[in-house]
């Protein structure tokens, strides 16, 4: 159910929950456990991955992929279901987080990390494009996900986007060939913003192409300053892929 509108021209744009009595949303996310938001008239040369956060769904990153789509038109924008029941609300998960703490996150991430890998590989195979050519996308648990997967031992994506994330353990490697952008709001009461400063930190200090942007008065969510920040950060960046 939503819980606002949103159009290119306004300010905030509102991730919504589906109605849990709603199985229209259910049949159109079912298809590969993900929601096809757009697909090219023409040659692809870009597939466009969304995950969405605990408790939530395919459905609810929606109006980012639609902006997303807008401006970079030859991309496949794809929003991708988590695969287990929530244990929050009614949305779905990669990783529970009852009881979750700095101890038992690292693990329950890793549990959960060759599922992930291999939903990005699905839909890679599905479109014919290729790691260099992938952007991810994450916002809360997905961006954890999306970040984690840069230190799998062979790349997954050319870039990951981590809205409202954090890192489950301080990043070990370098991911060759993949630039990482960090966005989050200053008044994030969920995701505290100095773990996007101290992981911006901890990149560069690999070698990694990383960069962070805060945004003032923003908490755990997205507004149309982070699509703005998005189009400025990957701009010339989403026709470097190959098929």
């Known amino acids: 159910m939503a819980c606002c509108r949103w159009t290119p021209s306004s300010s905030v744009l509102c991730l919504w929950r589906r109605d849990p009595f709603d199985k229209a949303s259910d049949k159109q ?23 969405h956060g605990v408790g939530s769904n395919a459905e609810d990153l929606r109006p980012l992929g639609t902006a997303l789509a807008d401006r970079f038109d030859q991309a496949w924008v794809v929003s991708v279901r988590a695969p287990e029941a929530s244990d929050v609300g009614a949305g779905w998960q990669w990783f529970s987080v009852a009881g979750i703490g700095e101890g038992n996150r690292p693990p329950r991430v890793a549990a959960a990390m060759p599922r992930f890998v291999q939903a990005v590989r699905h839909r890679q195979q ?7 050519a992938t952007t991810l996308f994450g916002f809360s648990q997905g961006a954890i996900m999306a970040l984690e997967a840069t230190q799998h031992s062979a790349p997954v994506a050319g870039r990951v986007v981590a809205i409202a994330g954090r890192f489950a353990q301080p990043p070990r490697v370098a991911p060759a060939g993949t630039l990482v952008h960090l966005m989050h709001g200053e008044q994030d009461r969920v995701m505290p913003v100095g773990l996007a400063v101290e992981a911006e930190r901890q990149l560069r200090a690999l070698g990694v192409q990383a960069t962070l942007d805060l945004y003032p008065g923003l908490g755990h969510g997205i507004d149309g300053r982070v699509v703005d920040g998005i189009v400025r950060r990957l701009g010339g960046q989403v026709h470097r892929g190959s098929k």
């Open 29 to 51: 996310a079912t298809m590969h456990d993900a929601l096809v938001i757009h697909r090219p008239a023409g040659a692809a040369t870009q597939l466009v991955l969304l995950f």
């Open 126 to 132: 599905e479109t014919g494009l290729n790691a260099a």
